[in-house]
Nanobody
């Protein structure tokens, strides 16, 4: 059974930082690229960061570039998103997701095969 389990969300003040983790099981982790999406109140789900199967290539949404860092550890089946200088606009439920390389547009949620349940991040002003 495929499972993606996120953790690390919470309430943080503007300018603060968080580290979100995702542990994967039930599939061959290193066969899939990994992304972190978020969905804020009244907003569509959007990709904020993506890494390829080996973790050698990462891509970020412009809104989080230079503030968020994505990494993965294939030995531990984990992917981590470190976020600094958080802003109220970062308030959202954050989801990790797995995508088979080359399948669809990596910026589209429809291209991802497996999803976690999400972890909520609230940034207070």
């Amino acid at each position: 059974q495929v499972q993606l389990a996120e953790s690390g969300g919470g309430v943080v003040q503007t300018g603060g930082s968080l580290r979100l983790s995702c542990v994967a099981s039930g599939y061959i982790f290193e066969d899939y690229g990994m992304g972190w999406f978020r969905q804020g109140p009244g907003k569509e789900r959007e990709l904020v960061a993506y890494t390829n199967v080996m973790g050698t290539v990462t891509d970020y949404a412009d809104s989080v570039k230079d503030r968020f860092t994505l990494s993965r550890d294939n030995a531990k089946n984990t992917v981590e998103l470190r976020a600094v200088s958080l802003e109220p606009e970062d308030t959202a439920v954050y989801y990790c997701a797995a995508r088979k390389p080359g399948y669809g547009d990596l910026w589209s949620a429809d291209s991802y095969s497996f999803w976690g349940q999400g972890t909520r991040v609230t940034v207070s002003s």
